[in-house]
């Protein structure tokens, strides 16, 4: 065995009841004087935070665009950097959590993280800034929260078809982590018990008609996805996301759901048996791509492009946005093919 593994720091608190430690938590990754982005639906956590810190020592910003718009980091720059915090609180799904980023960056302030949703992004060094059309995607260790609070009651309140899809989401990191090009034996281990955790939340999901029994088993799953996102390099599935997403405006997490089947389907014949046989194994089932779209629609998740509003006739524009700058892919790659996945994706076909 001969592998190189860098697992980044970062402390996690998961499980009900983390939430009732949220000030000692708080305090001991070093805040006292707390920017605080959270969106309305989460009041009742910031009123918990100014009643221990008091308004003074807490200065909110709820205005969280979706893929993290330039002009929104520019205007909650200003206002933090007025306010000069200690720490950035970001309460909220991934949008929230790039937002937070977006100020690191700048400002190398630290981040504690409280996901509501299971995109992952409170796990990575990866940030993500859009502009003119287009997304802007870099690694900064400088955006890595210092600390993560995982509790089941935030993701819980998700209706069912935006747990469905932030589920799917999660999947996706960990299908291209798994055939990542610098996979390593402890990321690969963790992504394949991320990917029967998904499996077997999202089964229960479905069983259930709720996500109540399931939400903690998805989270679990969704804190791995995060992990392994961050561990190895994402490919194709990835690039195409941030594209579609970033210059069409398509919805994150719907995209992920809709384009992940088609994607994995395209790269199977490139992957070893072994990757194959374990894929398999651990989403119980003999074909992984069918298998995972059959889980989105049973969720109640659309499973084409066409039904999220991407069109047939952007196909070509995407091939080449995507083509831009280069990327790592398990199976090689040209604009043809690209365009012919597209369009399977977009009509929802999937290979025999
Ligand atoms: P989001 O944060 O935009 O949330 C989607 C919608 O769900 C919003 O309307 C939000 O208000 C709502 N919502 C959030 N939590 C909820 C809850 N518990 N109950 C009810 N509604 C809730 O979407 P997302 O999918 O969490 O994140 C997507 C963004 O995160 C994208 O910009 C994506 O690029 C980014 N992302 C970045 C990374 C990374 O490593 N940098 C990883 C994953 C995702």
Same mark, same amino acid.
């Given at each position: 065995?001969?592998?190189?593994?860098?697992?980044?720091?970062?402390?996690?608190?998961?499980?009900?009841?983390?939430?009732?430690?949220?000030?000692?938590?708080?305090?001991? *990754?070093?805040?006292?004087?707390?920017?605080?982005?959270?969106?309305?639906?989460?009041? !009742?956590?910031? +009123?918990?935070?100014?009643?221990?810190?008091?308004?003074?020592?807490?200065?909110?910003?709820?205005?969280?665009?979706?893929h993290v718009p330039r002009?929104?980091?520019?205007?909650?720059?200003?206002?933090?950097?007025?306010?000069?915090?200690?720490?950035?609180?970001?309460?909220? $799904?991934? %949008?929230?959590?790039g937002l937070a980023k977006?100020?690191?960056?700048?400002?190398?302030?630290?981040?504690?993280?409280?996901?509501?949703?299971?995109?992952? %992004?409170?796990?990575?060094?990866?940030?993500?800034?859009?502009?003119?059309?287009?997304?802007?995607?870099?690694? @900064?260790?400088?955006?890595?929260?210092?600390?993560?609070?995982?509790?089941?009651?935030? *993701?819980?309140?998700?209706?069912? %078809?935006? &747990?469905?899809?932030?589920?799917?989401?999660?999947?996706?990191?960990?299908?291209?982590?798994?055939?990542?090009?610098?996979?390593?034996?402890?990321t690969y281990a963790v +992504?394949?018990?991320?990917?029967?955790?998904?499996?077997?939340?999202?089964?229960?999901?479905?069983?259930?008609?709720?996500?109540?029994? &399931?939400?903690?088993?998805?989270?679990?799953?969704?804190?791995?996805?995060?992990?392994?996102?961050? !561990?190895?390099?994402?490919?194709?599935?990835?690039? &195409?996301?941030?594209?579609?997403?970033?210059?069409? $405006?398509?919805?994150?997490?719907?995209?992920?759901?809709?384009?992940?089947?088609?994607?994995? @389907?395209?790269?199977?014949?490139?992957?070893?048996?072994?990757?194959? $046989?374990?894929?398999?194994?651990?989403? @119980?089932?003999?074909?992984?791509?069918?298998?995972?779209?059959?889980? &989105?629609?049973?969720?109640?998740?659309? *499973?084409?492009?066409?039904?999220?509003?991407?069109?047939?006739?952007?196909?070509?524009?995407?091939? @080449?946005?995507?083509?831009?700058?280069?990327?790592?892919?398990?199976?090689?790659?040209?604009?043809?093919?690209?365009?012919?996945?597209?369009?399977?994706?977009?009509?929802?076909?999937? %290979?025999?």
């Amino acid at each position: 065995m001969n592998f190189t593994y860098q697992s980044l720091p970062g402390t996690i608190y998961f499980g009900a009841g983390q939430l009732n430690n949220l000030a000692d938590i708080i305090r001991r *990754t070093g805040g006292n004087r707390l920017f605080v982005i959270a969106e309305a639906r989460n009041a !009742e956590v910031v +009123a918990t935070i100014r009643a221990e810190f008091g308004d003074e020592n807490v200065c909110q910003f709820s205005d969280v665009v979706q893929h993290v718009p330039r002009t929104v980091v520019d205007a909650a720059l200003a206002v933090a950097q007025a306010f000069r915090p200690d720490l950035l609180v970001a309460i909220g $799904g991934g %949008s929230a959590i790039g937002l937070a980023k977006g100020i690191a960056l700048a400002t190398k302030w630290p981040i504690l993280a409280i996901p509501t949703t299971y995109a992952g %992004s409170e796990m990575t060094n990866v940030y993500g800034i859009s502009a003119d059309g287009q997304k802007v995607v870099g690694r @900064d260790d400088a955006v890595l929260p210092k600390a993560v609070i995982y509790d089941p009651s935030l *993701t819980a309140t998700m209706p069912v %078809s935006l &747990a469905a899809t932030s589920a799917m989401n999660a999947m996706a990191h960990l299908i291209e982590a798994v055939y990542a090009h610098n996979i390593n034996p402890v990321t690969y281990a963790v +992504a394949l018990l991320g990917i029967r955790k998904l499996r077997e939340g999202m089964e229960q999901l479905i069983a259930e008609k709720s996500l109540v029994g &399931a939400n903690e088993k998805i989270q679990f799953g969704a804190y791995l996805a995060g992990k392994s996102l961050c !561990e190895v390099a994402m490919s194709l599935h990835h690039k &195409a996301a941030h594209v579609l997403g970033g210059s069409f $405006g398509l919805e994150h997490a719907a995209l992920h759901t809709a384009l992940l089947p088609y994607v994995l @389907d395209f790269q199977l014949p490139a992957l070893s048996p072994e990757l194959v $046989g374990d894929l398999n194994t651990t989403l @119980d089932t003999r074909h992984s791509a069918q298998k995972l779209r059959d889980l &989105a629609d049973a969720m109640g998740a659309k *499973t084409n492009l066409a039904d999220i509003g991407f069109q047939a006739g952007d196909s070509p524009k995407a091939a @080449d946005l995507i083509l831009r700058t280069p990327f790592n892919n398990p199976r090689l790659i040209s604009r043809d093919h690209l365009i012919g996945l597209l369009q399977q994706a977009h009509d929802g076909r999937l %290979s025999d």
